[in-house]
C-alpha cells in the first residue's frame, strides 16, 4: 500500500492562493485505508480551508469530490462534469493520483495535497511501516521475505553491518533488517542460503535508471500471441 500523509494547512493555502474556485479530490483507495485521503478527509480539510479563508477575507468556493481511485484516467473522467469551472484542483492522492491528474486536466493545476512516503503494510493500528522500496528485481526468495533494500538503512546486500548489536540497528529506533532475515531462516530452515554465493543485483531495474514502464499485454488492446497470451514487460 501506499503511504501517505497530508501537508500542513498553511502549505496548501499557499498553494491554492488566488484561486476563486478550488476542488478537494480523494482516493478510495490506499490513502482511505491509512486515513489521510478518503471521503471524510476531503470533509475535513475542505472545512479547514473554507474556515481558514473565510478568516482572511478571501471569498473562495470550495468543492468536494472523489474518485474511486485517482491513477487511472477512467475514474477521473467520472468526475469530470464536476470539475467543469473549477481553476485549481488540490489532490488527496498520492503523488501518481497528482500525476495522473494533471495529465488529465491539461489547463487546470493540480497541488498535492499530500506528502507520499512509502510503500508498507500495517504493523498496529493506525501505523504502517516501508516494507518494499520497488526496486524492480524481487529478491525476497533469497532472504526469507524480509527486504534488505527498504528496511536496511544501508541497504545492505550481503549481511549485517558492523553497528547491529543484540539484533538492533545502530540508529536505533528500529531492528536490524539482516537480523530479522536470519531468525526467519533459521525458522524456515534455509539459513544455509545465505551462504551461496549470489551475482550482483541489477539496479538497471530500479529508478536510478529514470521513470519506469510496465506493459501487461495480456491487458493491452492487442495482446501477443495466437491465443492472446502475453507477459508483463518493464519499459524504461
Known amino acids: 500500500m501506499i503511504v501517505a500523509k497530508q501537508k500542513p494547512l498553511k502549505k496548501i493555502l499557499e498553494m491554492i492562493e488566488g484561486y476563486k474556485n478550488v476542488a478537494v479530490v480523494g482516493c478510495g483507495e490506499c490513502v482511505t485505508v491509512c486515513g489521510t485521503g478518503g471521503e471524510r478527509e476531503v470533509k475535513v480539510l475542505a472545512s479547514a480551508l473554507r474556515t481558514a479563508l473565510a478568516e482572511a477575507g478571501a471569498e473562495v468556493k470550495i468543492v468536494e469530490l472523489m474518485t474511486e481511485r485517482q491513477c487511472d484516467d477512467e475514474f477521473i473522467e467520472s468526475i469530470e462534469d464536476q470539475?467543469?469551472?473549477?481553476?485549481?484542483?488540490?489532490?488527496?492522492?498520492c503523488g501518481v493520483g497528482v500525476n495522473q491528474m494533471a495529465g488529465y486536466l491539461e489547463t487546470t493545476p493540480v497541488f498535492p495535497g499530500q506528502d507520499t512516503t512509502f510503500m508498507g503494510g500495517n504493523v498496529e493500528p493506525g501505523s504502517w511501516q516501508e516494507l518494499c522500496a520497488g526496486c524492480g528485481e524481487c529478491i525476497l526468495e533469497l532472504t526469507?521475505?524480509?527486504?534488505?533494500?527498504?528496511?536496511?538503512?544501508?541497504?545492505?546486500?550481503?549481511?549485517?553491518?558492523?553497528?547491529?548489536?543484540?539484533?538492533e540497528c545502530e540508529l536505533g529506533d528500529r531492528p536490524c533488517a539482516w537480523a530479522l532475515i536470519v531468525e526467519r531462516m533459521k525458522k524456515l530452515g534455509t539459513l544455509e542460503k545465505l551462504a551461496e554465493i549470489q551475482p550482483p543485483k541489477d539496479w538497471s531495474t530500479a529508478r536510478h535508471g529514470g521513470p519506469r514502464r510496465m506493459t501487461n499485454e495480456n491487458l493491452a488492446p492487442a495482446a501477443a500471441g495466437p491465443e492472446g497470451e502475453g507477459e508483463a514487460k518493464l519499459k524504461k
Not at 470539475?83 to 492522492?93: C, E, N, P, R, Y
Not at 527498504?150 to 539484533?167: E, F, H, S, V
Open 144 to 167: 526469507g521475505g524480509i527486504c534488505p533494500v527498504a528496511r536496511c538503512a544501508k541497504t545492505i546486500l550481503n549481511g549485517p553491518c558492523g553497528g547491529t548489536k543484540d539484533g
Open 83 to 93: 470539475l467543469a469551472g473549477v481553476d485549481a484542483v488540490v489532490s488527496i492522492a
